[in-house]
């Protein structure tokens, strides 16, 4: 059987669990897709930003990937609820040179649409503590 | 040469609108880069045999790329659900078109939904043409969709019906067709339903204002 690095993909994520929101149906079927396969816990897949920032305010969420522009809002709620409660994420765009709407948030990690799959994989591996993908127990509330 | 303080300011605010087109342009590019992206590992995903993805994957493109025509020649203000749909259904059907109507009032989809309304579209036409009423050479089918409601409160109700068609019959696992019939439209309410000869599907989807 196959050991090389499509398997070892599909554990780096294993039991990670991910938010994930994206206005495009097809995008958020395949991002979803990309994360289970690398074995994670998709725990919710949002198309607007008010369903956003509920699934946002759940407990033990790893990490989460954003696209920016939902609809004809920003990602900017959803982003400052996670950001609050220390959940780190990632932007997923295809807004890739200093959109506004993310201005805030300058220093964090983004993913051009389109990306790889190992791309947007490994870009949520780096958002979790080193050691471990155990959300984190006593992060801030 | 000098230059006025109103040229300078005139061509500062066109280079202004220049980037900003630049930087809305890049985004729907990228954008629709990874829609195709997606369309391509859905498609290879599914259970098809090896020679027929190619064909699958270019039917889907082209269904893209249809919706996209009709929003350009609109200059982005929408794509009207007529021609959309005689588009999408022509394109599966064109050795058939006396088994497909097409009945409904003139009304301007929004960007956001017409494209993936196109999609729509498109999976429902090419079903038809598979598995349902347009597989044989009796069946038929019809699209036809009203609009209910007023200024912000319009929806827009379609109905699409299969008749005459082979017995169908619901498989198992859903497929990618399926969901993305089921999803892709912004806001849509969609239903699904196999009867003996036929398969119907009706879509209500909230229209914004002017449409």
Known sequence: MNTSPSSRAASLLQGVRVLVVEDDALLLMELETILIGAGAEVIGVCRTVADGVTAAQQDGIAAAVLDVRIGRDTIAPVARQLASRGTPFVFYTGQVDNDPAIAEWRDHAIVAKPAKAATIVSAVAGLLPPGGCEPPKNGPR | ?211
Request: aromatic share 4%.
């Open chain 2, 1 to 211: 040469m000098l230059e006025s303080t109103r040229d300078v300011t005139a061509r500062r605010a066109s280079e202004q609108r220049e980037r900003r087109l630049m930087s809305e342009l890049t985004h729907r590019v990228r954008n629709i880069l990874a829609v195709i992206q997606a369309i391509a590992r859905h498609t290879l995903r599914t259970d098809v045999p090896k020679e027929q993805l190619l064909d699958r994957f270019e039917g889907r493109l082209s269904a893209l790329a249809g919706a996209h025509t009709l929003l350009v020649q609109s200059e982005w203000a929408g794509a009207d659900l007529r021609e959309l749909a005689r588009q999408q259904l022509g394109a599966v059907a064109s050795d058939t078109p006396e088994r497909v109507r097409i009945e409904g009032e003139a009304i301007l989809l929004p960007p956001d939904i017409a494209t993936p309304f196109g999609l729509v579209l498109h999976e429902l036409a090419t079903n038809a043409a598979k598995h349902g009423a347009l597989s044989n050479s009796a069946g038929n089918v019809t699209a036809d969709w009203m609009t209910a409601g007023r200024n912000n409160d319009r929806s827009l109700k379609l109905n699409w019906r299969g008749a005459g068609g082979p017995a169908v019959r619901k498989s198992g696992a859903q497929g990618f067709g399926s969901t993305l019939i089921d999803t892709a439209i912004p806001g849509a309410q969609v239903k699904r339903e196999f009867f003996p000869d036929g398969f119907a599907c009706t879509i209500e989807v909230p229209l914004p204002e002017g449409s």
